[in-house]
């Protein structure tokens, strides 16, 4: 077994964790240079407040839909498969999603950058539990604490990246081009590393899969009641901080606008304060749970929250 305090930078050195964290910081910065783009193009492109609102609102909710609609087959596909290869042919995909993306941004075209953000949501519907549900087949029990928190820290330093990079390139003369290639540019990247992920065994290869939505959603809200109590809660409340956290960032840019009376740079000053705060906070969760689940430290969080 291996030392407990071994620190987290020796996580991030491991052939076994580092391509899967590298691949997974790369998506998150991906999704959201594009999606923060998309936001302030809709928003401070528009005349007046109810058009900014809604098409902000609807960027917002295609984005989140996937997550509503395939969760439950996202789910199945990551028990029933060999994880490693699944995460390559996600992240192939989202080259010639990002090429749409780029096109949509370089076009103005409205409905086309909607497109693509219902397809990035898509994406990472499938990618998320494939990322979380491989890491306990990489790392030893006393050290997915470190990963979880070096995975979470990772996640929320990508959305402080993204959404800087996007605010600023965006109001530039040249920004669209900019993007447009960045955002190509890292899905390749994201695509590359995932390459060097270890393999890791199914799950249940013998899962029956289901294609009806209907019934993979029902039958995940199943399987989590069938849980004990505490994952129960702890799904629970993870979907409420990504819920709060989902209306928090889609309102701020209207938010700042129209209230405020701001501009892209408060917008990103706000941004920064929001996820270097979660940042500080998942890595400090290793260090106060002793790298073991601890269950006391998370109404202090929600509290805070």
């Not at 240079?33 to 998309?38: E, N, S």
């Not at 058009?51 to 996937?66: Q, S, V």
């Not at 949501?121 to 050290?143: C, D, R």
Request: aromatic share 12%.
């Amino acid at each position: 077994m291996q030392d407990n305090k071994k620190p987290q930078r020796a996580l991030l050195k491991s052939k076994r964790f580092l391509p899967l964290f590298v691949t997974q910081f790369f998506s998150a910065l991906n999704d959201n240079i594009y999606k923060q783009a998309v936001l302030l193009l809709l928003i401070f492109q528009t005349a007046n407040v109810a058009d900014g609102a809604f098409y902000a609102n609807l960027a917002a909710g295609l984005f989140i839909l996937p997550f509503f609609l395939f969760s439950g087959m996202a789910g199945q596909i990551a028990e029933k498969k060999e994880k490693s290869k699944l995460i390559r042919t996600v992240k192939l995909a989202e080259i010639p999603i990002m090429l749409v993306g780029a096109a949509a941004i370089s076009t103005h075209s409205v409905w086309l950058m909607l497109t693509t953000v219902f397809l990035t949501g898509l994406q990472s519907t499938f990618f998320g539990p494939l990322k979380y549900s491989i890491l306990p087949q990489h790392v030893a029990a006393n050290e997915l604490t470190k990963a979880n928190g070096l995975v979470e820290s990772a996640t929320f330093v990508a959305i402080l990246l993204g959404t800087t990079f996007g605010t600023y390139y965006i109001t530039q003369t040249l920004g669209p081009t900019i993007i447009s290639v960045v955002i190509v540019c890292l899905a390749v990247i994201g695509y590359l590393s995932s390459r060097s992920i270890p393999n890791s065994a199914a799950n249940d290869a013998n899962l029956v899969f289901t294609f009806n939505l209907f019934s993979s959603t029902t039958g995940l809200f199943k399987a989590l009641n069938a849980q004990t109590e505490s994952v129960g809660k702890s799904v629970l409340g993870i979907s409420w901080f990504w819920f709060i956290g989902a209306i928090i960032l889609t309102a701020l840019p209207n938010y700042v606008k129209y209230v405020m009376v701001g501009d892209e740079l408060v917008v990103t000053s706000a941004l920064v304060v929001f996820s270097l705060s979660i940042a500080i906070g998942s890595l400090l969760c290793e260090k106060l749970s002793r790298s073991r689940i601890e269950l006391g430290i998370v109404p202090f969080g929600a509290l805070l929250i």
